[in-house]
């Protein structure tokens, strides 16, 4: 009785050589696949809301912060409190001047501080855009 084969076993590459061919055939797929993209020529362009806000590029930001007298940063300048009424009420602003300001308000900031600032700025004729942060939590 023979229990072996004579017979030399299959070579390990031959088992290898059915992956080669599909490793081949997605390559060349998703190569050339993403050339062969007709686009049909029709522009969409997603739907323009009322509450859609201008790009900030175009406009000032204005940062107040808590204290007394308030911390104000504008167009990311340091300037005090003071500073920032008059540059709001100017009645002729600058050629160059943005229409449009962004304030960012303290949570802690009084509400009066918070409707000077904005009536300043609506009496001067800027659309004023408005939110207010949390202050950060204390550290443990």
Do not use: C, W
Not at 81 to 102: N, V
Not at 125 to 131: A, E, I, N, R, T
């Amino acid at each position: 009785m023979k229990l072996e084969s004579s017979l030399d076993r299959t070579p390990a590459l031959l088992h290898l050589a059915p992956l080669l061919d599909v490793m081949a055939l997605m390559v060349v797929f998703y190569l050339l696949g993403s050339t062969f993209i007709h686009h049909s020529g029709l522009n969409i362009e997603p739907a323009v809301s009322d509450s859609q806000l201008p790009p900030l590029g175009t406009s000032h930001v204005a940062l107040l912060t808590a204290g007394d007298p308030p911390q104000v940063v504008f167009d990311r300048a340091p300037m005090s409190f003071q500073a920032l009424m008059r540059r709001l009420e100017l009645k002729e602003r600058p050629e160059d001047a943005q229409g449009s300001i962004y304030f960012m308000f303290d949570q802690r900031l009084p509400s009066g501080t918070t409707l000077k600032v904005l009536n300043a700025a609506l009496m001067s004729k800027y659309k004023v855009y408005y939110g207010s942060v949390a202050p950060p939590a204390p550290a443990p």
